[in-house]
């Protein structure tokens, strides 16, 4: 029997929207993929958004939107996520940004995972 491993995605990074229709991968080092062997699940997400505009923060798994996290202007949210699904061996998850076209600003992303 092995021990879980907790992993996490975690920055502060600067953006420019491209327009709400237009994700883009925030930063490289926002991509996670499940080692072989092991299993993962998304434990929490919090993010904070230092615009004056609702921006919108997608988790993106092998290429497809699967959860999508509106943050307020000048706001942030914490959502739990223990349970909802597995992530199996060589899962690829990035985390993408959506902005209003000529918005910038600041977002901060914690999300955590557990290896398992």
């Known amino acids: 029997m092995r021990e879980s491993r907790p992993r996490f995605l975690q920055g502060v990074h600067p953006f420019d929207g491209m327009g709400m229709d237009k994700p883009f991968l925030i930063d ?6 499940v080692p072989q062997g092991w299993e993962a699940q998304a434990v929490y997400f919090r993010a904070g ?12 798994r092998d290429g497809v939107p699967m959860r999508l ?6 706001d942030s949210v914490h959502v ?7 992530l199996t061996a ?3 998850i990035e985390v993408h940004l959506a902005a209003p076209a000529s918005t910038s600003g600041w977002i901060v ?5 557990m290896e398992v």
């Open 90 to 92: 060589d899962t690829c």
């Open 109 to 113: 992303v914690d999300l955590g995972l």
């Open 80 to 86: 739990s996520l223990r349970i909802v699904e597995d």
């Open 69 to 74: 996290f509106p943050i307020g202007a000048k």
């Open 49 to 60: 958004n230092s615009s004056d505009e609702l921006v919108t923060v997608l988790l993106v």
């Open 28 to 33: 490289p080092d926002l991509t996670y993929v």
